[in-house]
């Protein structure tokens, strides 16, 4: 009986055995592929992945909690991870490797996640149409200065909803309340499309100014569409700051899960994500932020400007995640 | 005209009791997600739970309901207005290259609304500069009124394109029977095409017509992609932002349980509406289809047809076409590789999910024919309906509750135990077969009704066992309604994403999965590649199917 089960398991290719590495991934970009691969090169371990909303793996991983049937979560998302981490889902990294290499500043209080990439949430505007009067700070955009002029997706998407979340955790939840409201009255258009749909429509005017992030201006850098093009030659990017904090940053991390079978193997992959060679790569090809010190910026990068990351704002975030979803819903961003 | 007996007069002596345990261990296996949905009605919610509660009632639902609303009335007006006429025609008129038309008719159902609405984006960007042009001259309300209109518009528009041929289908099978002959009688009394169909014709087609709305309405409702993408806040989009946003599983379970109770009271309420007047002509040969007379009708043949044609078909694959020779870059050996596994796996997962829902739905449908029990005929009458009601996030919600609680039946270490947490494919196709059980037992329903019972009864006479009767007479006579519900579920499951995103095992990529992630990591135009094979796969699906029952149908008539 349980053999013939085995062979079933066996079958579907769903047992676990001794040189791979399950990954339930918000990731799976044909970047990581390449890593990926040149991981189960270096090391003869298998990359295998489950992609999925962050949310999604988070329930997955509750549903499994007896029983993990993945190795490592990975996120774009800090907020993701804090709460895996409170969920009791991981369990300590405990890598001397990653200490090296990722600033404590990037990695988990509890030892619980690092991150291997960075992205900035910038503010991009039309060159040719806006002449001074740049907003210098998030709490700029709510200015009725920009009114109907600002474009930005919808409240859903992590990349506000972290946003919102940090400016809770230094405006407190009153002030980060009148952003919102302020903000939502400022937009060009219900909020609609990706990112790359706001620098699109930034472009062909319906606004000046979009909040966008820097991975898809990576994309809008390597796309071979006309329209695309277009958007990308003709905005400026800004870096905004949080008073006295620096740019509003969100990170893709991992860690590792708790009773997992393949825990070591987790750790080789990680520390090999946080290796000078793909932190090169990982910058080259998908225009996020190394999170290693002392790793030279793509041009590509340096043409942006300089940016000063808000690195203590990311750990907050989680604590703050659920009350940026109740202001959003309750100043009627959609 | 025979009206249906409640029961069939033989089915007396023969003892039916395990085929009922069958029926109803089947039955309510494949309900278990939905009824675990609805028992959350009566679990009392936790404080965080109840606070989301309330936060939905305060700020999200009424714009939910009131936008799901208009997206679904839209979305059906629409369907109805490309859909119908084009029935009409095809089955009333014979013209030239109607076969081929038919056929086209069907296939925007290969089309997947969230693909619909990542091409449409150069459209819509198109309106741009009239927007600006509104802003500066007519002021900032003016120009919001318009974008909401246009977006409305825009996404009614799509749905509608793509989602019409359920209506179609429905229009077309309703023309073709009885409707027919109907019609040719009214025609001898010396009514106009017009009125025969405003009088005889469309009467008898609402049934049928309302059914096909009804799927275009679960569609329209369960959308997230399309409606996500063009800024839409429908009660699907709420109940993710109340399960992700809010992170409240519980308040998501009872909007969800909220949401069923609706979809099944609207149900029961056409049913009743509907009551006796269920008619069963049996057809004998088939009229003559006249051609049509004057420029004017022949025009109108044309565009009927060409109108929905071009809307769903001929656009989004223009689109496609357009965006793989311009901008998409060139596949690698490597995307080739994803794409042929990824069309694998999706052809694997939708013949073995076709294949379970029809068995399922035969195993069901016929016992109920050949039993007494009323609440085994209500029991096959919500796994009509249920299971397609319900948003497939919902349907995944529902797994993973019955995926808990046979992990905590058979805990980990025992050989069943660990079956259970590994088959990730399993429950994936249990999913799946939960959620598309209800078209395929649909179909065999409605099958199994127009059979005359006096068939099963001489068969019973002459000495064969039910099994047999059902082996020999039902199953032949069956074979069209299979054959479309095989269509319907297979397309529906190469389509079907939020459960494959959330309940499918390691490397293990659908069609659909793939198109998601693409564009999920901003690459858009890289989507291109595998939407045209999702697209192709459910067209071979569709056509084979339309060839084959046209042959059978119209073999008489066109030759």
Not at chain 2, 179 to 203: D, K, N
Not at chain 2, 289 to 315: D, H, K, N, Q
Request: proline fraction near 4%; aromatic fraction near 10%; glycine fraction near 8%.
């Amino acid at each position: 009986m349980t053999r013939s089960f085995t062979s079933i398991l066996f079958a579907l290719g769903l047992s676990a055995h001794a040189a791979e590495v399950r990954l339930y991934s918000e990731r799976h970009y044909d970047a990581d592929k390449k890593v990926f691969a040149a991981f189960t090169e270096k090391t003869g371990i298998d990359v295998k992945v489950v992609k999925a909303g962050a949310n999604e793996l988070i329930a997955r991983l509750k549903s499994e909690v007896n029983a993990p049937q993945a190795d490592l979560y990975i996120t774009t998302d800090a907020a993701s991870l804090t709460k895996a981490t409170k969920a009791g889902l991981l369990t300590p990294l405990k890598s001397e490797i990653i200490n090296k290499q990722v600033p404590a500043s990037l990695r988990g209080k509890d030892d619980t996640w690092a991150a291997f990439t960075m992205r900035g949430r910038v503010i991009v505007y039309a060159k040719d149409r806006v002449k001074g009067n740049l907003p210098k700070s998030y709490q700029d955009l709510a200015s009725p200065a920009y009114k109907g002029n600002i474009l930005i997706r919808s409240s859903s998407n992590k990349y506000n909803r972290s946003l919102l979340a940090s400016l809770i955790a230094i405006d407190g939840k009153a002030k980060a309340t009148k952003w919102a409201t302020g903000v939502k009255k400022n937009l060009a258009r219900p909020p609609q499309g990706s990112d790359r749909d706001q620098v699109r429509a930034l472009a062909k005017g319906l606004g000046d100014f979009a909040v966008v992030n820097t991975y898809y201006l990576g994309l809008l850098e390597q796309s071979s569409n006309e329209e695309d093009q277009k958007a990308r030659a003709a905005v400026k990017v800004i870096f905004p700051t949080s008073g006295d904090q620096g740019t509003h940053v969100n990170v893709s991390g991992g860690g590792i899960i708790k009773g997992a079978a393949n825990q070591e193997n987790a750790r080789k992959f990680l520390e090999f994500l946080v290796s000078e060679e793909v932190q090169k790569l990982y910058q080259k090809l998908t225009s996020e932020y190394a999170v290693v010190p002392g790793i030279e910026l793509e041009p590509l990068q340096k043409s942006w400007g300089k940016i000063s990351p808000d690195r203590d704002t990311i750990h907050v975030m989680g604590e703050h995640d659920q009350e940026a979803v109740k202001i959003f819903n309750f100043v009627g961003w959609k | 005209m025979a009206q249906k007996n409640k029961h069939s007069q033989l089915s007396g002596g023969w003892d039916l009791s395990l085929w009922q345990i069958l029926a109803w261990a089947l039955g309510l296996l494949l309900l278990s997600p939905v009824i675990v949905l609805l028992a959350s009605l009566f679990t009392p919610l936790t404080p965080n739970a109840a606070e989301a509660w309330q936060q939905l009632q305060e700020y999200l639902l009424e714009d939910a309901i009131k936008e799901t609303l208009i997206l679904i009335i839209g979305s059906c007006s629409l369907a109805f207005i490309l859909g119908v006429p084009a029935a009409w025609f095809v089955e009333n008129f014979h013209f030239p290259g109607r076969r081929f038309l038919s056929i086209a008719l069907v296939l925007p159902l290969a089309i997947p609304p969230f693909i619909a609405a990542y091409l449409s984006t150069e459209a819509r960007e198109k309106f741009i500069p009239f927007l600006i042009k509104v802003r500066t001259e007519q002021g900032i309300d003016t120009y919001l009124l318009w974008e909401e209109c246009l977006r409305y518009g825009c996404l009614i528009l799509l749905f509608a394109s793509v989602l019409y041929p359920y209506v179609f289908l429905a229009g077309r099978s309703a023309f073709s029977g009885s409707g027919i002959i109907l019609g040719e009688a009214g025609r001898m009394l010396g009514r106009s095409p017009w009125m025969v169909f405003w009088t005889v014709q469309f009467p008898l087609a609402r049934p049928a017509l309302v059914a096909g709305l009804f799927l275009v309405a679960m569609e329209v409702l369960n959308d997230y992609g399309a409606v996500k993408h063009l800024g839409f806040s429908t009660l699907t989009v709420t109940l993710f932002g109340t399960w992700f946003g809010l992170d409240q599983i519980e308040t998501a379970k009872r909007l969800a349980g909220f949401i069923l109770v609706t979809i099944f009271l609207l149900v029961a309420l056409e049913r009743w509406h509907r009551g006796k007047a269920r008619l069963n002509l049996h057809q004998e040969g088939r009229p003559i289809t006249p051609a049509p007379r004057g420029l004017f009708v022949t025009i109108f043949c044309y565009l009927s047809c060409l109108i929905p044609i071009s809307l769903g078909l001929i656009f989004p694959t223009y689109s496609l076409v357009h965006w793989l020779l311009e901008d998409a870059t060139k596949p690698t050996a490597e995307s080739w590789r994803e794409i042929f596994q990824a069309a694998k796996n999706s052809l694997i997962l939708g013949l073995v999910a076709t294949v379970t829902c029809l068995v399922s739905a035969l195993i069901i449908m016929g016992i109920v024919r050949y039993s007494r029990g009323k609440l085994l005929r209500f029991l096959s009458h919500v796994s009509t309906v249920a299971g397609y009601a319900s948003p497939g996030t919902v349907i995944a919600l529902g797994i993973m509750g019955v995926a808990v609680t046979a992990r905590d039946w058979f805990p980990a270490g025992t050989s069943i135990g660990d079956f259970l947490i590994s088959g990730g494919i399993l429950w994936l196709i249990f999913a799946i077969v939960a959620r598309y059980f209800s078209v395929a037992a649909q179909m065999v329903q409605q099958g199994l009704a127009r059979q005359p019972e006096n068939f099963g009864q001489a068969s019973r006479i002459l000495g064969d066992s039910p099994l047999q009767s059902f082996r020999k007479i039902a199953l032949p006579l069956l074979t069209p309604s299979l054959l479309g519900g095989a269509t319907l579920v297979f397309v529906d499951v190469c389509k079907e994403l939020p459960l494959c995103l959330l309940l499918r095992p390691f490397e293990f990529e659908t069609l659909s999965t793939l198109i998601y992630g693409k564009v999920d990591q901003g690459t858009i135009y890289a989507c291109a590649m595998p939407s045209l094979f999702l697209i192709l796969l459910s067209m071979i699906g569709l056509i084979l199917v339309e060839l084959n029952g046209w042959r059978k149908l119209h073999h008489k008539s066109d030759s």
